[in-house]
Protein backbone atom coordinates (compact mmCIF):
# COMPACT_ATOMS: atom_id res chain seq x y z
CA UNK A 1 0.00 0.00 0.00
CA UNK A 2 1.55 3.65 -1.02
CA UNK A 3 1.58 6.40 0.64
CA UNK A 4 1.68 10.32 0.20
CA UNK A 5 4.28 11.56 2.81
CA UNK A 6 2.65 14.70 5.18
CA UNK A 7 -0.19 14.75 2.35
CA UNK A 8 -2.08 11.57 2.08
CA UNK A 9 -2.14 8.65 4.63
CA UNK A 10 -3.08 5.22 3.46
CA UNK A 11 -2.49 2.29 6.07
CA UNK A 12 -3.91 -0.74 6.70
CA UNK A 13 -3.52 -2.04 10.32
CA UNK A 14 -4.15 -4.95 12.78
CA UNK A 15 -7.83 -4.66 14.83
CA UNK A 16 -7.49 -2.82 17.73
CA UNK A 17 -7.44 -4.20 21.31
CA UNK A 18 -10.46 -3.11 23.09
CA UNK A 19 -10.23 -1.59 26.40
CA UNK A 20 -12.75 -1.82 29.61
CA UNK A 21 -15.59 0.89 29.66
CA UNK A 22 -18.24 1.88 32.37
CA UNK A 23 -20.79 3.59 32.02
CA UNK A 24 -24.38 2.70 30.07
CA UNK A 25 -26.49 5.85 32.00
CA UNK A 26 -24.69 9.25 30.19
CA UNK A 27 -24.83 12.14 32.60
CA UNK A 28 -23.47 15.86 32.33
CA UNK A 29 -19.65 16.11 33.58
CA UNK A 30 -20.70 18.32 36.82
CA UNK A 31 -16.90 19.25 37.02
CA UNK A 32 -16.10 21.30 34.34
CA UNK A 33 -12.68 19.07 34.17
CA UNK A 34 -10.30 20.97 31.12
CA UNK A 35 -8.94 18.69 28.96
CA UNK A 36 -9.28 18.35 25.22
CA UNK A 37 -12.28 17.21 22.91
CA UNK A 38 -13.04 17.15 19.70
CA UNK A 39 -16.65 17.40 17.93
CA UNK A 40 -16.66 14.69 15.09
CA UNK A 41 -19.79 14.40 12.52
CA UNK A 42 -19.72 11.44 10.67
CA UNK A 43 -21.60 11.35 7.04
CA UNK A 44 -22.14 9.58 3.61
CA UNK A 45 -24.02 8.27 1.74
CA UNK A 46 -27.05 5.28 2.87
CA UNK A 47 -25.23 2.10 3.70
CA UNK A 48 -21.66 4.02 3.47
CA UNK A 49 -20.32 2.09 6.36
CA UNK A 50 -20.26 5.51 9.30
CA UNK A 51 -21.84 3.54 12.42
CA UNK A 52 -19.85 0.52 11.83
CA UNK A 53 -16.95 2.57 11.53
CA UNK A 54 -17.89 4.58 14.53
CA UNK A 55 -18.84 1.09 16.52
CA UNK A 56 -15.09 0.31 15.66
CA UNK A 57 -13.62 3.61 16.87
CA UNK A 58 -15.18 3.40 20.34
CA UNK A 59 -14.87 -0.28 20.69
CA UNK A 60 -17.89 -0.88 21.78
CA UNK A 61 -21.43 -1.65 19.29
CA UNK A 62 -23.11 1.83 19.81
CA UNK A 63 -25.05 2.57 16.51
CA UNK A 64 -27.61 0.57 15.23
CA UNK A 65 -25.97 -1.11 11.79
CA UNK A 66 -27.10 -3.65 9.36
CA UNK A 67 -26.73 -4.55 5.75
CA UNK A 68 -29.43 -2.04 4.30
CA UNK A 69 -29.95 1.80 3.88
CA UNK A 70 -31.30 4.00 6.51
CA UNK A 71 -30.64 1.49 9.87
CA UNK A 72 -29.90 4.81 11.66
CA UNK A 73 -32.90 7.25 11.50
CA UNK A 74 -32.02 9.74 14.64
CA UNK A 75 -28.52 11.53 15.81
CA UNK A 76 -26.62 9.30 18.13
CA UNK A 77 -23.95 10.51 19.64
CA UNK A 78 -20.65 8.19 20.71
CA UNK A 79 -17.94 9.04 23.11
CA UNK A 80 -14.64 8.18 24.04
CA UNK A 81 -12.36 8.93 25.80
CA UNK A 82 -8.78 8.39 25.99
CA UNK A 83 -5.47 10.32 27.63
CA UNK A 84 -7.53 13.33 28.62
CA UNK A 85 -9.19 13.53 25.62
CA UNK A 86 -12.84 13.28 24.06
CA UNK A 87 -14.30 12.75 20.90
CA UNK A 88 -18.13 12.76 20.43
CA UNK A 89 -18.96 11.24 17.73
CA UNK A 90 -22.34 12.35 15.56
CA UNK A 91 -23.95 9.39 13.99
CA UNK A 92 -25.80 10.88 11.43
CA UNK A 93 -28.42 8.83 9.23
CA UNK A 94 -27.67 8.12 6.21
CA UNK A 95 -28.65 10.82 3.27
CA UNK A 96 -32.06 10.87 2.36
CA UNK A 97 -34.70 12.33 -0.18
CA UNK A 98 -38.01 12.73 0.49
CA UNK A 99 -39.23 10.03 -1.97
CA UNK A 100 -37.17 7.69 0.09
CA UNK A 101 -38.61 9.38 2.75
CA UNK A 102 -42.34 7.87 1.67
CA UNK A 103 -40.58 4.25 0.39
CA UNK A 104 -38.99 3.54 3.86
CA UNK A 105 -41.65 4.81 6.61
CA UNK A 106 -38.80 7.70 7.67
CA UNK A 107 -39.42 10.01 10.20
CA UNK A 108 -38.72 13.51 9.53
CA UNK A 109 -35.99 14.06 11.39
CA UNK A 110 -33.73 11.91 9.25
CA UNK A 111 -33.51 14.87 6.82
CA UNK A 112 -32.90 17.48 9.65
CA UNK A 113 -30.15 15.41 11.49
CA UNK A 114 -27.54 16.13 9.21
CA UNK A 115 -27.68 19.79 9.39
CA UNK A 116 -28.12 20.02 12.97
CA UNK A 117 -24.65 17.26 13.70
CA UNK A 118 -22.52 19.76 10.77
CA UNK A 119 -23.41 23.09 13.14
CA UNK A 120 -22.01 21.42 15.48
CA UNK A 121 -18.53 19.73 14.32
CA UNK A 122 -15.25 20.89 14.83
CA UNK A 123 -14.39 18.53 12.00
CA UNK A 124 -16.37 16.61 9.32
CA UNK A 125 -15.11 13.21 8.40
CA UNK A 126 -16.93 11.54 4.81
CA UNK A 127 -17.41 8.04 4.99
CA UNK A 128 -17.56 6.33 0.86
CA UNK A 129 -17.86 2.96 -0.09
CA UNK A 130 -15.30 2.08 -2.65
CA UNK A 131 -16.60 -1.41 -2.80
CA UNK A 132 -19.65 -0.14 -5.32
CA UNK A 133 -18.07 0.20 -8.81
CA UNK A 134 -20.73 2.22 -10.01
CA UNK A 135 -20.63 5.01 -7.27
CA UNK A 136 -16.97 4.40 -6.33
CA UNK A 137 -15.27 7.57 -8.12
CA UNK A 138 -17.70 10.11 -7.19
CA UNK A 139 -19.28 11.41 -4.01
CA UNK A 140 -23.07 11.71 -3.55
CA UNK A 141 -24.51 14.87 -4.57
CA UNK A 142 -25.92 15.97 -0.87
CA UNK A 143 -22.70 14.80 0.54
CA UNK A 144 -20.48 17.52 -1.54
CA UNK A 145 -23.57 19.84 -1.10
CA UNK A 146 -23.40 19.76 2.86
CA UNK A 147 -19.59 20.05 2.60
CA UNK A 148 -19.55 23.32 0.73
CA UNK A 149 -22.59 24.57 3.43
CA UNK A 150 -19.64 23.98 5.64
CA UNK A 151 -16.80 24.63 4.09
CA UNK A 152 -15.28 26.43 6.83
CA UNK A 153 -14.72 23.32 8.97
CA UNK A 154 -12.40 20.99 8.33
CA UNK A 155 -13.01 17.91 6.44
CA UNK A 156 -11.03 14.28 5.95
CA UNK A 157 -12.79 11.48 2.99
CA UNK A 158 -12.29 7.85 4.45
CA UNK A 159 -12.31 5.62 1.68
CA UNK A 160 -14.50 2.40 3.49
CA UNK A 161 -15.09 -1.61 2.08
CA UNK A 162 -11.66 -1.87 0.78
CA UNK A 163 -11.36 -5.53 1.91
CA UNK A 164 -13.80 -5.96 -1.19
CA UNK A 165 -11.89 -4.14 -3.68
CA UNK A 166 -10.19 -6.96 -5.79
CA UNK A 167 -7.71 -4.25 -7.37
CA UNK A 168 -6.25 -1.95 -5.14
CA UNK A 169 -3.91 -0.57 -7.89
CA UNK A 170 -7.28 1.85 -9.32
CA UNK A 171 -7.41 2.82 -5.55
CA UNK A 172 -5.18 6.02 -6.42
CA UNK A 173 -7.16 6.85 -9.51
CA UNK A 174 -10.25 7.22 -7.00
CA UNK A 175 -8.91 8.86 -4.50
CA UNK A 176 -7.61 11.73 -7.42
CA UNK A 177 -11.34 11.30 -8.63
CA UNK A 178 -13.19 12.37 -5.53
CA UNK A 179 -10.40 14.90 -4.40
CA UNK A 180 -10.55 16.41 -7.55
CA UNK A 181 -7.02 16.13 -7.35
CA UNK A 182 -6.19 18.25 -4.49
CA UNK A 183 -5.47 17.40 -0.86
CA UNK A 184 -4.66 19.83 2.20
CA UNK A 185 -4.36 22.77 -0.61
CA UNK A 186 -1.83 20.90 -2.42
CA UNK A 187 -2.51 18.83 -5.48
CA UNK A 188 -1.66 15.64 -5.29
CA UNK A 189 2.14 14.95 -6.31
CA UNK A 190 1.64 12.14 -8.93
CA UNK A 191 -0.69 13.74 -10.86
CA UNK A 192 0.53 16.28 -14.05
CA UNK A 193 0.24 20.13 -13.12
CA UNK A 194 -2.13 20.67 -16.64
CA UNK A 195 -4.49 17.57 -15.46
CA UNK A 196 -8.27 18.71 -15.05
CA UNK A 197 -10.73 16.79 -13.28
CA UNK A 198 -14.74 16.50 -13.82
CA UNK A 199 -16.01 18.27 -10.29
CA UNK A 200 -17.05 15.14 -9.23
CA UNK A 201 -15.80 15.69 -5.22
CA UNK A 202 -14.69 18.31 -3.05
CA UNK A 203 -11.41 19.67 -3.23
CA UNK A 204 -10.98 20.22 0.37
CA UNK A 205 -10.15 17.38 2.11
CA UNK A 206 -7.36 17.92 4.84
CA UNK A 207 -6.55 14.58 5.09
CA UNK A 208 -7.75 10.34 2.97
CA UNK A 209 -7.76 6.99 4.78
CA UNK A 210 -8.25 4.23 3.63
CA UNK A 211 -10.37 1.35 5.75
CA UNK A 212 -12.26 -1.39 6.17
CA UNK A 213 -14.41 -0.53 8.74
CA UNK A 214 -16.34 -4.14 9.37
CA UNK A 215 -12.49 -5.58 9.86
CA UNK A 216 -11.15 -2.75 11.95
CA UNK A 217 -8.55 -2.32 9.17
CA UNK A 218 -7.13 1.20 9.49
CA UNK A 219 -9.84 2.58 11.84
CA UNK A 220 -6.85 2.83 14.88
CA UNK A 221 -4.88 5.73 12.06
CA UNK A 222 -8.61 7.45 11.82
CA UNK A 223 -9.21 7.20 16.03
CA UNK A 224 -5.21 9.11 16.24
CA UNK A 225 -6.15 11.60 13.84
CA UNK A 226 -9.13 12.46 15.92
CA UNK A 227 -7.30 12.06 19.01
CA UNK A 228 -4.91 14.91 17.48
CA UNK A 229 -7.06 16.89 16.74
CA UNK A 230 -8.88 18.10 19.84
CA UNK A 231 -8.52 21.42 21.39
CA UNK A 232 -8.28 22.05 25.30
CA UNK A 233 -11.90 22.49 26.72
CA UNK A 234 -13.75 21.40 29.78
CA UNK A 235 -15.27 18.32 29.10
CA UNK A 236 -19.13 17.59 27.69
CA UNK A 237 -19.72 14.43 29.05
CA UNK A 238 -17.94 12.81 31.57
CA UNK A 239 -14.78 10.51 31.07
CA UNK A 240 -16.53 6.99 32.23
CA UNK A 241 -19.96 7.98 29.58
CA UNK A 242 -20.09 6.24 26.00
CA UNK A 243 -23.12 7.58 24.84
CA UNK A 244 -26.11 10.37 25.18
CA UNK A 245 -28.60 7.83 24.57
CA UNK A 246 -30.68 5.86 27.01
CA UNK A 247 -30.63 2.34 27.20
CA UNK A 248 -33.72 1.83 25.88
CA UNK A 249 -33.77 3.51 22.73
CA UNK A 250 -30.41 1.71 22.33
CA UNK A 251 -31.90 -1.43 22.93
CA UNK A 252 -35.07 -0.60 20.03
CA UNK A 253 -32.93 1.19 17.64
CA UNK A 254 -30.47 -2.74 18.01
CA UNK A 255 -34.03 -4.71 17.16
CA UNK A 256 -35.19 -2.68 14.69
CA UNK A 257 -31.65 -2.72 12.59
CA UNK A 258 -32.05 -6.52 13.35
CA UNK A 259 -35.26 -6.94 11.55
CA UNK A 260 -33.25 -4.79 8.15
CA UNK A 261 -30.70 -7.81 8.16
CA UNK A 262 -33.78 -10.74 8.79
CA UNK A 263 -36.41 -9.68 6.48
CA UNK A 264 -35.90 -8.56 2.68
CA UNK A 265 -37.32 -5.66 0.82
CA UNK A 266 -39.35 -2.88 2.23
CA UNK A 267 -41.06 -5.03 4.91
CA UNK A 268 -39.13 -3.91 8.13
CA UNK A 269 -39.63 -0.56 7.19
CA UNK A 270 -42.91 -1.19 7.79
CA UNK A 271 -42.55 -2.08 11.65
CA UNK A 272 -42.73 -0.22 14.81
CA UNK A 273 -40.98 -0.80 17.26
CA UNK A 274 -41.32 0.04 21.36
CA UNK A 275 -39.81 -0.86 24.35
CA UNK A 276 -42.40 -2.80 26.61
CA UNK A 277 -40.15 -3.59 29.77
CA UNK A 278 -36.65 -2.64 30.87
CA UNK A 279 -34.59 -3.69 34.48
CA UNK A 280 -31.42 -3.21 35.18
CA UNK A 281 -30.45 -5.40 38.01
CA UNK A 282 -29.24 -3.95 41.80
CA UNK A 283 -25.72 -6.00 40.94
CA UNK A 284 -25.78 -3.56 37.53
CA UNK A 285 -24.27 -7.00 35.55
CA UNK A 286 -27.68 -8.02 33.66
CA UNK A 287 -30.29 -6.66 31.69
CA UNK A 288 -33.69 -7.71 30.98
CA UNK A 289 -35.78 -6.56 28.67
CA UNK A 290 -38.99 -6.76 26.25
CA UNK A 291 -39.51 -5.30 23.07
CA UNK A 292 -42.47 -5.09 21.27
CA UNK A 293 -42.94 -5.41 17.30
CA UNK A 294 -45.94 -3.92 15.92
CA UNK A 295 -46.95 -5.00 12.36
CA UNK A 296 -49.38 -4.06 9.94
CA UNK A 297 -50.69 -7.27 8.72
CA UNK A 298 -50.92 -10.91 10.50
CA UNK A 299 -49.15 -12.42 7.01
CA UNK A 300 -45.94 -9.89 8.35
CA UNK A 301 -46.52 -11.92 12.38
CA UNK A 302 -46.37 -15.16 10.72
CA UNK A 303 -43.92 -14.34 8.03
CA UNK A 304 -41.60 -12.86 10.62
CA UNK A 305 -42.17 -15.05 13.39
CA UNK A 306 -41.19 -17.91 10.56
CA UNK A 307 -42.41 -22.16 11.06
CA UNK A 308 -41.97 -22.94 14.80
CA UNK A 309 -40.39 -19.55 15.43
CA UNK A 310 -37.31 -20.37 14.65
CA UNK A 311 -36.79 -16.77 12.83
CA UNK A 312 -37.84 -14.77 15.41
CA UNK A 313 -35.41 -16.74 17.86
CA UNK A 314 -32.17 -16.89 15.36
CA UNK A 315 -33.65 -12.57 15.64
CA UNK A 316 -33.83 -13.15 19.26
CA UNK A 317 -29.96 -14.36 19.59
CA UNK A 318 -28.48 -12.00 17.30
CA UNK A 319 -29.80 -9.27 18.48
CA UNK A 320 -28.82 -10.28 22.39
CA UNK A 321 -25.02 -10.86 21.13
CA UNK A 322 -25.30 -7.52 19.83
CA UNK A 323 -26.20 -5.92 23.17
CA UNK A 324 -23.70 -7.97 25.10
CA UNK A 325 -21.17 -6.35 23.52
CA UNK A 326 -23.10 -2.63 23.56
CA UNK A 327 -23.77 -3.40 27.14
CA UNK A 328 -20.56 -5.44 28.34
CA UNK A 329 -22.85 -6.88 30.38
CA UNK A 330 -25.15 -10.16 30.48
CA UNK A 331 -28.71 -9.45 28.40
CA UNK A 332 -31.95 -11.30 28.50
CA UNK A 333 -34.69 -9.85 25.76
CA UNK A 334 -37.87 -11.02 24.15
CA UNK A 335 -39.64 -9.90 20.91
CA UNK A 336 -43.49 -9.59 21.08
CA UNK A 337 -45.26 -9.83 17.39
CA UNK A 338 -48.33 -8.29 17.67
CA UNK A 339 -50.54 -7.08 14.73
CA UNK A 340 -51.26 -3.43 14.29
CA UNK A 341 -54.75 -2.40 16.22
CA UNK A 342 -57.52 -1.34 13.17
CA UNK A 343 -58.49 2.09 13.97
CA UNK A 344 -62.97 2.21 14.50
CA UNK A 345 -64.98 4.48 12.82
Known amino acids: MCTL ?38 IGAPNSGKSTLINNIVQRKICA ?46 ILACHKSLRCANVIGVVHDVSNRY ?5 HKDVVHLLRMADDVPSFLILNKVDKVQSKKHLLSTIEKLTNGFIAGSRIPSLRKNKIFEEKGYSKFSDVFIVSALNSDGVNDVRE ?12 YAPEDWTDQEPETLIVDAVRAKFLDFLSQEIPYNIKVDMEYFEETVEGDKIICSVLAECPS ?3 VKLISGAGGGRLNQIKTSVRNDLMLMFQKSVVIDINLRTKPVKEL
Request: no cysteine; aromatic share 8%.
Open 298 to 300: ERL
Open 225 to 236: YLLSNAKPAALH
Open 65 to 110: ASNKVHTTTNMVRALYFQNDTQIIFLDTPGLVTEQEKKKYNLPDSM
Open 135 to 139: TKDIL
Open 5 to 42: KGILRISLVHPYYPRKLFSSEPKRADIKHVAKVVNVAI
